[in-house]
């Protein structure tokens, strides 16, 4: 089981990254999926979340951040507009069977995850 997830750098603030995750050795599309971001010295929070059809973003990326799947490619994406530089974070994504949608946006809940990806949001 791997998920790797790609697509992070330097942007200055209010640029765009799209990051990527490729799924493999797991039937994906059985599973929810998420991006969580870290930044130091806070906790993992959701970022956007995925399961059966119904989709969580966070309040603070609301109408900024959208998360889309590909499932035939084992893909989950999250494009990232009008970046601010408390979006500066690594971001991880997840997948986890059988989400109970109350805790879509738990890390606990998630059963693999990929290396983080760093985004640095800084002029």
């Known amino acids: 089981v791997q998920l790797q997830a790609s697509g992070g750098g330097l942007v200055q603030p209010g640029g765009s990254l799209r990051l990527s995750c490729a799924a493999s050795?797991?039937?994906?599309?059985?599973?929810?999926v998420g991006w969580f971001r870290q930044a130091p010295g806070k906790e993992r929070e959701g970022v956007s979340c995925?399961?059966?059809?119904?989709?969580y973003y966070a309040d603070s990326v609301k109408g900024r951040f959208t998360l889309s799947r590909d499932d035939v490619k084992g893909m989950v994406y999250l494009q990232m507009n009008s970046l601010k530089p408390e979006d500066t974070a690594v971001y991880y994504c997840?997948?986890?069977?059988?989400?109970?949608?109350?805790?879509?946006?738990?890390?606990?809940?998630?059963?693999?995850w990929g290396r983080g990806t760093l985004v640095t949001v800084s002029s």
């Open positions: 997840a997948a986890g069977n059988s989400i109970i949608l109350s805790q879509l946006r738990a890390p606990s809940v998630y059963d693999y």
């Open positions: 050795g797991f039937i994906f599309d059985d599973y929810g």
């Open positions: 995925s399961s059966d059809g119904s989709t």
